[in-house]
T-cell receptor, first 114, second 113 residues
Framework: AQSVSQHNHHVILSEAASLELGCNYSYGGTVNLFWYVQYPGQHLQLLLKYFSGDPLVKGIKGFEAEFIKSKFSFNLRKPSVQWSDTAEYFCAVISRTGRRALTFGSGTRLQVQP | NAGVTQTPKFQVLKTGQSMTLQCAQDMNHNSMYWYRQDPGMGLRLIYYSASEGTTDKGEVPNGYNVSRLNKREFSLRLESAAPSQTSVYFC????????????FGSGTRLTVV
């Protein structure tokens, strides 16, 4: 069965600091990868996704993620965070051949201090 | 606004009571999903419906049943609620396949006492 690990459960940064959130997945086959964001009191929204091609993908609000196949990783990055980036971030994976539904990681809560 | 609509937004149940969570989407999506969100555990898949007329179990189906009433609607039923089912429930939809992101509803916060 596929699984997703997010090792950083809670990250606290000051505004303008750089962000990198780790995501590792476990699955033997080919997968598609996603990052979602959940702002306080809101539902999940798609940040970015990777299917194939350039392993560096750009999403909304200045976020990007890099797929490293050899490490089974899909880390989320942002060069300079803002207070408005305070939210919970979820990595998710879906197998291209198995269960046709996303498997989510446990999430990373990001707190940006002004 | 187009999207996924969930009702109710909040619910308190007594142990043993039953209830149905409703979900409807107006984007003509093929696939619909039910997840539960618990602190520190992310979102866990309860059931999903890849297309109208089909439903499949997810990671945590015990204690739940679903109905894909038509292409728009996908309901989740708790037959006999237990405190362990206290959670936030999210419905989502997608065009189907593996290349599309999901559109999520705003969630139902359920407390079982």
């Amino acid at each position: 069965a596929q699984s997703v690990s997010q090792h950083n459960h809670h990250v606290i940064l000051s505004e303008a600091a750089s962000l990198e959130l780790g995501c590792n997945y476990s699955y033997g086959g080919t997968v598609n990868l996603f990052w979602y964001v959940q702002y306080p009191g809101q539902h999940l929204q798609l940040l970015l996704k990777y299917f194939s091609g350039d392993p560096l993908v750009k999403g909304i609000k200045g976020f990007e993620a890099e797929f490293i196949k050899s490490k089974f990783s899909f880390n989320l990055r942002k060069p300079s965070v803002q207070w408005s980036d305070t939210a919970e971030y979820f990595c998710a994976v879906i197998s291209r051949t198995g269960r046709r539904a996303l498997t989510f990681g446990s999430g990373t809560r990001l707190q940006v201090q002004p | 606004n187009a999207g996924v609509t969930q009702t109710p937004k909040f619910q308190v149940l007594k142990t043993g009571q039953s209830m149905t969570l409703q979900c409807a989407q107006d984007m003509n999506h093929n696939s619909m999903y039910w997840y539960r969100q618990d602190p520190g555990m992310g979102l866990r898949l309860i059931y999903y419906s890849a297309s109208e007329g089909t439903t499949d179990k997810g990671e945590v189906p015990n204690g739940y049943n679903v109905s894909r009433l038509n292409k728009r609607e996908f309901s989740l039923r708790l037959e006999s609620a237990a405190p362990s089912q206290t959670s936030v429930y999210f419905c989502a939809s997608s065009e189907g396949g593996t290349s599309y992101g999901y559109t999520f509803g705003s969630g139902t916060r359920l407390t079982v006492v």
